[in-house]
């Protein structure tokens, strides 16, 4: 620990500590977790010259503004969006220099929901389970930052890094989001052509769309069992259509169990696109053809 | 045994009953020991199924798991995990009156179970107990409380459980133990994981169940 502090100035809408997760606690009850954009988090800590591991922040929607007791590089990546050090414009995708003091301000997401923020060092929080993602589903990790708050900063080993120019910033955001959809183990509680009515089902995401689950408005999907399905694992990406027929698409900090049928698995490469994807953004479900491995 | 498609990289194996999932779970995780399945990241037994995930070939293995030849489940190896328990739940007289016997009947047949954890969920260390026979199963409250405190020994369907932290419940709680049932900064961080065999031991003479506390 360096002793150097982050203290929240303006957590925003709901800003979390990420990482890449907890992976393998599934059989214990606890979520992967982690950055919903992988690729943006990667990004962020490789712009700094931090390991892939390192703790950043994830905002949604609005941003944060964080004030460093010391120098220290960031980078924002993820969602496009303004970025300004003391007031003054300063630049998305790359690594920026903060001084001791300065407030660094992450704004209103232009394009996407989630911006990743990182800093050289990373953020030295505890870890959880070799961790130090925040959970919302199970309350592993820090808390979502509150204003006044203070995260401990790590120590830059490496320093500031040469600014390349090779950086390929996050821009799959599109007007529709498409989800490829992979068999599910619970297809048959449907309604036989269920799937289909899926695929040309119009829908948006819905605002109640967390970390937790990407929840739809659009036609409810027609259950042929109504019985209840005893609790069984699930993996990210797990559509489950509950009572009301509305297909919940499931992201990181899911349930480990679930007892709703899933009807089909959006792939791990789809969700980013899912998570970046504002409420009201229409959606549609495309099953994919089944090929041979 | 089915084996039902996950997506990508996984698997889920679904067998006929609980008593062959753990068994199944057993196996599956005396194999991944012995290196015979690769890299997978998750092995999440649940009532009837086991969830495999990380799979390099999930067809390959859809194929493989249901030829296998899977033995019953033997008792646990090692001690089992002993939770002293004061009988004092606010609906110890209810389950009592369900199995048709007094309060300390209903600590004895408890305390007299061997239990095992058949699997994990709702939240970070909640263990999914078997063993008490299927006539003895209670249903869950018609209403869930909004706070359940941690420690809190209940009973719901065919399972036994603790709550390892305060959380809304809807199992019918009989008794309360001060074991640390999670606790993050400990290794394991879970005092019972899938296969853990337990036992519960009464902590103390059975009194009449504790009413309700006001608020609850």
């Known amino acids: 620990m360096s002793g150097a502090v982050l203290t929240v100035e303006r957590a925003g809408a709901l800003t979390t500590v990420q990482d890449l997760g907890r992976p393998g606690y599934a059989h214990l009850g606890v979520p992967a977790s982690g950055a919903l954009v992988r690729a943006a988090h990667l990004l962020a800590n490789r712009l700094v010259g931090n390991p892939g591991a390192a703790a950043g922040l994830e905002t949604t929607v609005n941003g944060c503004a964080v004030r460093a007791s010391c120098p220290v590089v960031v980078a924002v990546t993820g969602a496009a969006c303004p970025v300004r050090v003391d007031g003054r414009p300063a630049a998305w995708g790359v690594p920026v220099r903060v001084p001791a003091g ?61 600014y390349t120019g090779d950086v390929l910033p996050y821009g799959g955001i599109g007007a529709e989001v498409v989800l490829p959809l992979l068999p599910g183990p619970r297809a048959d509680w449907f309604a036989p052509g269920a799937v289909g009515a899926l695929a040309r089902g119009r829908y948006t995401v819905s ?62 490469a789809a969700l980013p696109a899912a998570a970046q994807a504002a409420p009201g953004t229409p959606l549609r479900f495309a099953p994919a053809v089944r090929t041979p491995r | 045994m089915r084996a039902l498609p996950a997506g990508e990289a996984a698997v889920l194996v679904e067998v006929a009953d609980g008593e062959q999932a753990q068994a199944l779970h057993a196996e599956l995780e005396r194999r991944r ?33 249901v030829r296998w030849r899977v033995p019953p489940l033997a008792p646990a190896a090692t001690g089992a995990v002993e ?73 719901a369907g065919p399972y036994a459980g603790v709550y390892p932290r305060a959380s809304p419940g809807g199992w019918q709680i009989i008794g309360t133990t001060d074991a640390v049932l999670w606790d993050a900064g400990r290794d394991p961080a879970a005092l019972l994981a899938p296969g853990t065999a337990v036992r519960f031991t009464a902590e103390d003479a059975v009194g009449p169940a504790a009413a309700p506390a006001a608020g609850r």
């Open chain 1, 102 to 162: 300065a407030v660094l301000d992450v704004g209103t997401a232009e394009r996407g929901v989630r911006a990743y923020v990182a800093f050289a060092g990373g953020l030295d929080v505890p870890a959880v389970l070799g961790s130090r993602a925040t959970d919302l589903l199970s309350g592993l990790g820090p808390a979502p930052l509150s204003d006044g708050a203070r995260l401990p900063l790590g120590e830059s080993r490496f320093g500031p890094p040469p």
């Open chain 1, 207 to 268: 605002p109640a769309s967390n970390r937790i689950g990407l929840r739809t408005l659009g036609p409810p999907v027609e259950r042929l069992r109504h019985e209840e399905l005893p609790s069984e694992g699930m993996v990210s990406g797990s559509v489950q259509v509950p009572p009301d027929g509305r297909p919940v698409v499931f992201l990181a900090d899911h349930p480990t169990t679930g007892g709703y049928p899933v009807i089909g698995v959006v792939p791990a």
């Open chain 2, 33 to 65: 020991a012995a290196g015979e399945l690769g890299m997978v990241t998750e092995v999440v037994p649940a009532a009837r199924t086991v969830l495999v995930d990380g799979l390099a070939d999930p067809r390959a293995f859809a194929a493989d798991v």
């Open chain 2, 83 to 155: 939770l002293a328990v004061r009988f004092d739940g606010p609906d110890l007289a209810e389950v009592a009156d369900r199995w048709g016997m007094s309060p300390a009947d209903v600590a004895a047949t408890v305390t007299g179970t061997a239990f095992r954890v058949a699997f994990c969920g709702f939240s970070p260390g909640f263990g999914y107990l078997t063993g008490l026979p299927p006539e003895l199963a209670v249903p869950r409250r018609a209403s869930p409380r909004t706070s359940v405190p941690p420690g809190s020994v209940g009973l």
